[in-house]
């Protein structure tokens, strides 16, 4: 099996026994990401606005580890501590694609990691 294990200084370590990505057959699945800020390791709590784009610029650099972009995105999971912050996050969520979004669900969950507000995770094609 091809399998090669992503890793990158401009994303949150994993806080447990996984990668922060694994590329295998062209294709990239990359853990949920929390707002955490790389390089403290802190949490970013000034609300749910700021917290997706923290998420999302921690995705971004593990893509970017592996040379792509959003736009080789295929799908996205989006976990959420409460619907209600749907409108923001999705808000936030969308500018970082393009009119061709990916492929998508968003559940709420009663509790996430760290007991953040969301966590997103992304699988996305190498080619």
Avoid: W
Wanted: proline residues 6%; contains cysteine.
């Amino acid at each position: 099996m091809d399998k090669k294990i992503i890793h990158t200084g401009n994303a949150p370590a994993a806080i447990g026994p996984y990668s922060q990505a694994v590329a295998s057959n062209g294709m990239l699945f990359v853990s949920g990401q929390i707002p955490f800020v790389p390089e403290t390791m802190e949490l970013v709590s000034s609300g749910i606005q700021d917290e997706t784009h923290r998420v999302m610029k921690n995705l971004e650099a593990i893509l970017e580890e592996a040379g792509i972009g959003f736009d080789h995105v295929l799908k996205c999971s989006i976990f959420v501590a409460d619907m209600g912050d749907f409108a923001s996050i999705n808000k936030v969520y969308g500018s970082y694609f393009g009119n061709q979004p990916p492929a998508r669900e968003t559940v709420e969950v009663s509790t996430l990691p760290k007991n953040v507000h969301v966590e997103i995770s992304c699988i996305a094609t190498l080619a």
